[in-house]
């Protein structure tokens, strides 16, 4: 099982537009290709907030299910209408939990 990690910092223009980006997070990523858990969370604290404006974990059976995914048209389509225009910062991790 791999999950893997995710975390954005918007750009300032876009900051005040969080809660929907975070809502199409939680609306397209849990039905792509290969995904078999999406959590998606917004700062709970103000150490966190001044770091990160959103964090998304998505969980993988394999990784070439990973793989397969990050290469789905659809999910191509979103990271570059939905994400690229307003993150200035992002950090994406994977870890194989077993």
Known sequence: MIERH?????????RGQ???IAAACRDTLPSLPGVRACVVGTP?????????DLAVTLRF???PDLE???ADPAHR?????????HVEVK????????
């Open 77 to 85: 389509s979103f990271v570059e209408q939905i994400l690229t225009p």
């Open 18 to 20: 969080r809660d929907q």
């Open 91 to 98: 950090k994406i991790w994977n870890f194989d939990i077993g």
């Open 68 to 70: 397969a995914y990050r």
């Open 44 to 52: 709970a604290d103000g150490d966190s907030e001044a770091a990160w």
């Open 6 to 14: 995710h975390y954005f910092r918007l750009r300032a223009e876009s």
């Open 61 to 63: 059976a394999t990784l």
